[in-house]
């Protein structure tokens, strides 16, 4: 790894850590407001998003960013972070211990890099995945430092297969897989790239849900699955914050028709 993506990988755990031990402070003790959308924020997600936006500005002074809580606008920059600075909210309010700070580092309009932080859990997962970029970094993904990759085993009643809260649709007599629903697209699918789940599906994500996690899925071998609109590239001057990007994620690409009829059924 060059010194440019060891800078990158740095940068992103020391920042997320320092906001992470913030975050935990107020975990459980903060109330939400309901956006115009229909999601929660809190002053926790206001404050963690600022101070992530001025790191990044400090460090990457020619680096564009991309925020739920801000700069929703993408600003075509070479680089971009996309930020979501509390993804699982009500998770957070409610003092549920599954929540994230994630990360996605855009370049020419397509994620690269991505780190996702836990820090209930204590869990940092990230990746490098160029793509068709033309970059050289190989591509890897890893939990805590140690590589990770997406499980090869078949479905089954003791595999699991996680649900968004709207895509309860899919539940039907014989679905091949245990269902689970754990409130955070992010680790929704880094359950999949940990081997921990063989699919999952989120019906209404936003880039910034999916940004970090769309890298560290594919390089842990993942197949990334959307279901309406391609994410990336994203669009110079275009505003994200109404657009939601529909997506299924397996394990193996050889899953797809697995699943595929079951998903059929879910109205998006």
Known sequence: MNDFWTTILHFAQTTTTAVGKQLMQDFGRV??????????????????????????AAHFPDHGILSEESNKVFPGTEWCWVI????????????????????GLLYKGSPVFGYVYLP??????????????????????????????????????????????????LIQ?????????????????????????????????????I?????IVQAAGGSWISLQDQPFPLLSATDYSDRSFPTFVVSRGELVPVFTPFIESLKI
């Open 31 to 56: 109330q939400a407001s309901q956006k115009a959308d229909g999601s929660l924020v809190t002053q926790a997600d206001k404050w963690a998003d600022q101070e992530i936006c001025q790191s990044i």
């Open 211 to 215: 940004a970090g996690a769309w890298v």
């Open 120 to 169: 209930p859990l204590n869990q940092c997962f990230h990746g490098f995945w160029p793509g068709s970029s033309g970059l050289t970094t190989p591509p890897g993904a890893f939990l805590n430092h140690h590589p990770i990759h997406s499980s090869g085993d078949s479905p089954s009643k003791n595999h699991f297969f996680n649900l968004c809260s709207r895509s309860t649709s």
């Open 84 to 103: 979501d600075p509390l993804d699982g909210t009500t998770n957070f309010t409610r003092g549920i211990p599954i929540w994230s700070i994630s990360l």
């Open 173 to 209: 007599t014989g679905f091949p897989c245990k269902i689970r629903m754990l409130g955070v697209a992010s680790y929704n699918f880094l359950a999949v790239a940990a081997g921990a789940a063989l699919g999952g599906i989120e019906a209404t994500p936003k880039v910034w849900d």
